[in-house]
């Protein structure tokens, strides 16, 4: 059993908007520092994996899950709290790389990880009322371009500093069925249906902002790409329901990553919202983004959301 | 046995990687590619390598192994064959 990374921030202007933390910052520091974790534990910085071959390599998201509580909202996260975030990283042999997460007011944090040992801090059911995080990495190397990204093993570094990821979890196999099925499961059944309506939404991918150090377009900002469909709904369904979702705050997250886009292309992004009979303040919003030179789906995020 | 093995592999592809039962139904049906050329996608060789090496008992070291040693039915059994499964018998 391998011991929980804690790491620590303080929250500043850069990681917050008006109404407290923001999800796609929070998902850029999040993963920061699960990306330290991982080099922590391999001995090497990210950027220095290669392949036997020598082509680079990089530890890229392709499933993230995040999930705040009615106890820790998102709103309830303000300038100048001190936070905690707990990591349990595991991995499947050389190749996957999994981070389980919990965060909250440091206190809170730093209580979980004292009374449970290793990675129970974030069994089933919640061992605790803490928001948590799943963000899992494939280790991928580019090949000609953005487009056609090749699962590779880096050389000469071990993977004997994580706790091993069972083969069967069902991680390894989310990417298959979004795929297939075109979601996630969020909106599968009753009280949910699609009655707010559906629309779509381009974005041509502005490289100076979208793109990381790899030149990859960069996890988080897919999830500003999808506030950007979510605001073109609201105009589409009416400017007054427009202003209250405007006070629509993040619950529950899962996007999964099939893909990338090139930095010269542009993203064709479907969005449903989804309404929920029994509660009347949630929303479900469904966004499948699809690469605009071949049609080819890259991602599907579903989203529950509350108005505040 | 060899060919019992080969079946098992074939019915993982067809019920756990969604390959199409008539991409087995060809002459050449072992040789054919089954991950390059986009048949299956990264995460079905990362699942069928765990499915190899619970059903088979062996252990496949991706630092040894390359991903397109997995490219065709003919490789793969070869590959268990190396590694100690039991597939002659």
Redesign the interface.
Known sequence: MTMPVKKTLKIGLPITNRYGIAEHLLFMFAGQFQWDIIAEKLGSPLSGLRTKTGDEIYATF?SVELEFTEKFPRSGFRLDDTLGFLYDISA?????IDGKMVFGPLADVENLEASHPGSQFYDEPLASDLPRMRMSN?L?TPRMGNENL??A?P?GVSFDAFSKLD??DRI??I??YV??NKKIGYFDAPPWNAEFGAGSYEYRIFPERDTNGAGLVYFANYIAFIHYAEAALHEKIGAAFSRKFERLEIQKRHIVY?GNVSCDDSLEIGTECFRNASRGDLVGLRHLLRRKYDGKLIAVSESIKAFV | MGKKIEGQIIEYFKNDLDVAADYFSAPDYSDRVLFTNGLVDSFGVLRLIAFLEETFGVTIDTNEQELKDFDTLNKIVALLAARGAKVGE
């Open positions: 392709f499947y042999k050389n190749l996957i494939i991928i090749k699962i093993p050389a083969p069967k390894l196999s990417s298959g795929e297939k099939m």
